[in-house]
């Protein structure tokens, strides 16, 4: 395939995929155009490569970095139309990012039907399977447009690509970019991260066979594939055996496995993402988490004895690998089974909508309300709330409650690491003991320093809750101190500029 490319000097010698940009759009009522920027590691990483010369090799003609991305919502689509897709540097930071105004059906087909409801179900291994998954004529014309939707974006990344460019392709989104890119521009240097697990061979195999080896075969279009834990590179590198016939070895030099498929070799990388502590705990301090602190304090109140009550903290979206209603009945198992804790402890339960969007995940919603009123409801007294439950998105409130967690609850099903888990200790006022399900990516780097449990289990996640409760303020301290530590040693700026550098080492 020939790709029209601009003049080299005009091309970009880093760039970044994702399906959500750095910046989103709202229109307000008079027309006018207004840009929220987010946060997280591909943000701060590509401003560190900006600011330190856009990170290109000094002997190439081409500069910068872009940041290409799909228009997700109305406002977004609209900035597209007003800049040709080139956003304007004033809404970005000054990052060169290109916005994708792909076909709403063509993106309402890829990102719901496909990667949200069929690819994140496989590898989170969320699916009741007497029932689902059912791959019918639906689901081949949903694939048709994710096969769309991963074509637009590698054309466009071959058109912005200065000769020889580094190309960092990001999740589950974009599984089929690097093998298309490939083809597009065998010059580049291609990389893909996955932010999620990987399942392992006998459920990925649900997926239509055609389907699952076009998926693995996208990937392995990548120089290097990398994950956020060995257990899910280990599940990529099996995938590729089972279903490709792939051969897997290990780089004696590196430690890294090595995929050989039908003529080509993938590398494949481990890069823990760490939380920001440095953001976090300015964040933190600032006026607005500070009343929100003080509404906290309001909602958990003090016990008979005029002492603070204890606080369980979880914050997550209402998302159905995270966990939350066997968390809600974890925790009324323990003040079944621990009513000397009645009164004493307050859950709060800060569950931000997800994906609202699909039913599934508005059904999840509605159980996760009725199972905290059914705790209120059966223990509640008049100057004591069990469960306080906040389903609005507020993030002065979520830090808010990381500072005043006594124990944090991390119980995913599965989870690709979990932030929340590392971002608790960092900020934490007084010491605070982890709850951690043995199957988020993060329990590889805390579990020495947490309590680990099954997340099927409630009656083992209620023991959990109940040791953590029990802990003596000074090893909570102690273990907080090394949570922090574990959970900053890679900072997402570091986490993004190492995945560069091993992908340009190759």
């Not at 990170?55 to 228009?71: E, L, P, T």
């Not at 599940?235 to 055996?241: E, L, N, R």
């Not at 409130?397 to 989870?415: F, G, T």
């Amino acid at each position: 395939m020939v790709v029209e490319r601009s003049s080299q000097q005009d091309l970009a010698d880093v760039l970044v995929a994702s399906n959500r940009g750095p910046v989103s759009y709202s229109v307000g009522d008079d027309g006018s155009l207004s840009a929220k920027r987010g946060g997280g590691g591909l943000v701060s990483g590509l401003s560190a490569i900006a600011a330190d010369g856009a990170g290109g090799d000094g002997d190439r003609d081409g500069g910068g970095a872009v940041w290409v991305c799909a228009a997700l919502g109305k406002g977004d689509r609209e900035a597209v139309r007003r800049s040709g897709g080139k956003l304007d540097p004033a809404d970005t930071g000054g990052q060169s990012v290109r916005m994708l105004d792909i076909p709403e059906e063509t993106f309402a087909d890829a990102y719901n039907g496909i990667a949200n409801s069929v690819l994140w179900f496989v590898h989170h291994m969320l699916y009741q399977t007497p029932l689902e998954p059912s791959f019918d004529a639906e689901f081949e014309r949903q694939w048709a447009s994710y096969e769309r939707y991963n074509a637009a974006f590698a054309d466009a990344l071959a058109e912005e690509a200065a000769e020889g460019a580094t190309v960092l392709v990001q999740d589950y989104h974009l599984t089929l970019v690097p093998g298309l890119l490939r083809e597009r521009r065998p010059d580049l240097r291609v990389g893909h991260f996955s932010h999620t697990p990987w399942a392992p061979p006998d459920y990925y195999r649900m997926l239509p066979d055609a389907v699952a080896r076009q998926v693995l075969r996208g990937v392995l279009g990548a120089d290097r594939a990398a994950f956020l834990t060995r257990r899910w590179a280990r599940g990529f590198a099996d995938c590729c055996a089972a279903v490709l016939g792939a051969s897997v070895a290990e780089d004696e030099r590196t430690g890294e496995a090595v995929v050989t498929c039908e003529g080509r070799t993938t590398r494949l990388g481990v890069h823990g993402l760490g939380a920001d502590g440095e953001f976090l705990r300015e964040r933190a301090g600032r006026e607005d988490v500070e009343e929100r602190i003080a509404i906290l304090r309001g909602e958990i109140g003090s016990d008979a004895d005029d002492r603070p009550r204890r606080a369980i903290v979880r914050v997550d979206r209402t998302e159905l690998s995270k966990n939350i209603v066997r968390g809600l009945h974890a925790y009324a198992r323990l003040l079944a089974d621990r009513p000397e804790w009645r009164g004493r402890v307050v859950h709060l339960a800060l569950a931000y909508p997800s994906r609202q969007d699909l039913a599934v995940y508005r059904d999840y919603m509605s159980e996760v309300s009725r199972v905290a009123d059914e705790i209120n409801s059966m223990y509640g007294t008049n100057g004591w709330t069990p469960v306080v439950l906040f389903l609005k998105d507020d993030f002065a409130r979520s830090l808010a409650a990381y500072r005043l967690a006594d124990v944090a609850l991390v119980n995913p099903i599965r989870d690709g690491m979990n932030l929340v888990a590392k971002e608790v200790p960092v900020v934490s006022d007084d010491g605070c003991a982890l709850v951690l399900s043995r199957e988020a990516g993060a329990h590889e780097e805390l579990g020495p320093y947490a309590f680990v449990v099954n997340p099927y289990d409630i009656g083992d996640t209620a023991r959990a809750l109940h040791e953590a409760l029990s802990m003596d303020h000074g090893p909570r301290a102690e273990h907080t101190a090394r949570l922090a530590s574990a959970a900053t040693a890679t900072p997402p700026t570091r986490w993004f500029l190492d995945q560069l550098a091993a992908l340009r080492e190759g």
